[in-house]
Antibody, heavy 118, light 110 residues
């Protein structure tokens, strides 16, 4: 079935780095635009980053620009998010989600937890 | 990019209708018809309920409907059921470009 599975979340110290992964199955990954969206504990959703089907177009939220890097490997049906210079306010569940033609997030993973704390 | 404005909470009795508002600006909600709504139960991933302001994905109950006027979008749930109790988030594409979410609304079915 159509599925996205995130991994890589962990406890990391402020200033540290982490790489998240999102594995896709059940659909043609390369046909889809895809995003990272996060949710801090007890808080709302925050869009983080977008990457186009071929990876040539990338957008970031101002809150992560210059610190996070999104990438994808269509041959491996995988999406990545490199998180550098992590701050306490980056603590959140990170979801990957596909974007449909109407710019809505239609397929979501179950999320992976990133905790930034000393 | 500032979050879209939603009421923190709404409530209704089974069978009743409720409406959740989502206010943005001409750079997001007012400028595009790319408004979507998501339902999130505790500990679960969000689920797409409405896209393109008014459209329902396959499998979503027709009790859920969306609309927009100017910079404000709305989600209406009719015939409230216990299973509708959840958090609801609106989202819009923005001119930045990017996406912005609302702060979320907790729906309580009394």
């Amino acid at each position: 079935q159509v599925q996205l599975v995130e991994s890589g979340g962990d406890l990391v110290k402020p200033g540290g780095s982490l790489r998240l992964s999102c594995a896709a199955s059940g659909f043609t990954f390369s046909d889809y635009y895809i995003n990272w969206i996060r949710q801090a504990p007890g808080k709302g959703l925050e869009w983080v980053s977008y990457i186009s089907r071929g990876g040539s177009t990338i957008y970031y939220a101002d809150s992560v620009k210059g610190r996070f890097t999104i990438s994808r490997d269509n041959a491996k049906n995988s999406l990545y998010l490199q998180l550098n210079s992590l701050r306490a306010e980056d603590t959140a569940v990170y979801y990957c989600a596909t974007l449909n033609a109407e710019k809505a997030f239609d397929i979501w993973g179950q999320g992976t937890m990133v905790t930034v704390s000393s | 990019q500032s979050a879209l404005t939603q009421p923190p909470s709404v409530s209704g009795s089974p069978g009743q209708s409720i409406t959740i508002s989502c206010t943005g600006t001409s750079s997001d909600v007012g400028g595009y018809n790319y408004v979507s709504w998501y339902q999130q139960h505790p500990g679960k991933a969000p689920k797409l309920m409405i896209y393109d302001v008014t459209n329902r994905p396959s499998g979503v109950s027709n009790r859920f409907s969306g609309s927009k006027s100017g910079n404000t979008a709305s989600l209406t749930i009719s015939g409230l059921q216990a299973e509708d109790e959840a958090d609801y988030y609106c989202s819009s594409y923005t001119s930045t470009p990017g996406w912005v979410f609302g702060g979320g609304t907790k729906l309580t079915v009394l």
